[in-house]
DNA sequence: GCATTTTTTGACCAATTGGACAAACGTTAG
DNA sequence: CTAACGTTTGTCCAATTGGTCAAAAAATGC
């Protein structure tokens, strides 16, 4: 018996493991059901465990929800921090726009976490999103105003600019489901994110090329 | 005692206003919390009576939202169906995008409920997903087509140019804590609508400007 | 004014669900 | 082997919630 207050060592082994089935399962349930639409027990289930043996390792619903939320963030917003002002301006947005439409096409369950947190008014993350996220946008929107300065771009809003790279990109996995249905069986299918690719490159470059 | 079966008869006069009261009622709880998220308890307080009232003028939750839904949808479609070959592409178009930033601006809530539904895998309108809206877009991207073929607008795809549309517009009322967060409270404001206006119709039409 | 029909509500119910707990089980260090 | 600690689960509980029902209250037709 120690004198030092008990300290909680993560036992990294089992602890760190199950932690992440549990949080792979509730991406999954919570993706496709929302916070409110999402029950531990279909979590639990998911992560092939009992549902108080699921709360051995999370505290409660929220601790879930809001540890995938953090974590989500930081990998969400990786591609604009990597926005730079070293290469072309036309080739970083080019290579923006199609990093965060493959972002809709391999983690789609991360899009519509997302998507569903911010539709419900954000509650669990205004906090990041006034802080962290606007303070990063503000910064990469000063990059774009240097390029519209420099002419290598036309003039325009860059927060827009940005907001409408998130919106068409993010689309195709937020509203697959209406997509798919609108594209049809043919058109619809796995080729249908070369074709968002073509198109939106078309219409953000052409778009944005200076001069007339 | 007649030997008619019994004809139910709408009120027409109470009946009518407590309908239309509950489903005011319905469209913002259900908007704002998602379908799970929304109590009959909750739409019943936000309509001013009793939740077994309620459940006399509506068979259930379901029955609201499907109500609400099919009627949403149409008002929803009423811009695209506008679309028109008559008058000038590129008006058109610039009208149909000033349309539906307008309903985003006016009607928030209808654009949410509706993402809610897709966001979750439109459980309840996949049908007319695949059968009216897939016809009704195949129509104008038909129309779409046809305008580039005149050489009016820059050859591209007419599906993925409505999404971007859609996918732009509805941004506003769908993200709009986020973009309210991103703006901050000077940008932020009212005047956040008009920017978006001038910065999607750049975007949009110097994009599909035909020739170079 | 009275009978009939429509509207409203308080009370109630069953199912779901987030979470607590103690007991059982497994693992590991000495 | 055994004590100590970490892990797992069956059982239980209280709160929430969708929905019912019979009876009261209001409106309506004559």
Redesign the interface.
């Known amino acids: 018996m120690s004198i030092e207050a008990a300290a909680p060592r993560r036992t990294t082994r089992i602890q760190q493991e199950k932690r992440e089935k549990i949080l792979e399962a509730a991406l999954e349930i919570f993706s ?6 999402a029950t531990i027990d279909q979590i639990a289930e998911a992560a092939g465990m009992s549902k108080p043996n699921l709360l051995y390792y999370f505290r409660g619903k929220e601790d879930m929800h809001t540890t995938l939320m953090v974590r989500l963030l930081e990998t969400w917003l990786a591609p604009l921090r990597e926005l730079d002002d070293v290469g072309d301006p036309v080739t970083e947005l080019r290579s923006y726009i199609r990093k965060k439409l493959e972002m809709s096409r391999d983690f789609p369950r991360e899009s ?1 976490l997302f ?2 947190e ?5 509650p669990r993350i ?1 906090e990041l ?2 802080g962290e ?2 303070s990063l ?1 503000d910064e990469k929107a000063k990059i774009i105003k240097s390029w519209m300065r420099a002419g290598k771009i ?1 003039r ?2 860059p ?3 940005i ?2 790279i ?3 990109t ?3 996995a ?2 697959d ?3 798919r ?4 069986p043919d ?1 619809g299918g796995d080729g249908r994110f070369e ?2 690719a ?3 490159e ?8 200076p001069g007339k």
Do not use: C, M, P
Not at 181 to 184: D, E, N, R, W, Y
């Open positions: 496709a059901n929302g916070f409110r639409g519509r998507a569903n911010i539709l419900q008014g954000a205004k999103l006034e996220l606007r946008v036309a325009t809003d927060w827009h600019l907001f409408a998130w919106a068409t993010q689309h195709y937020d509203f489901v209406q997509v249905s609108v594209l049809g058109r074709d968002a073509r198109f939106l078309q219409l953000f470059i052409e778009g944005l090329k």
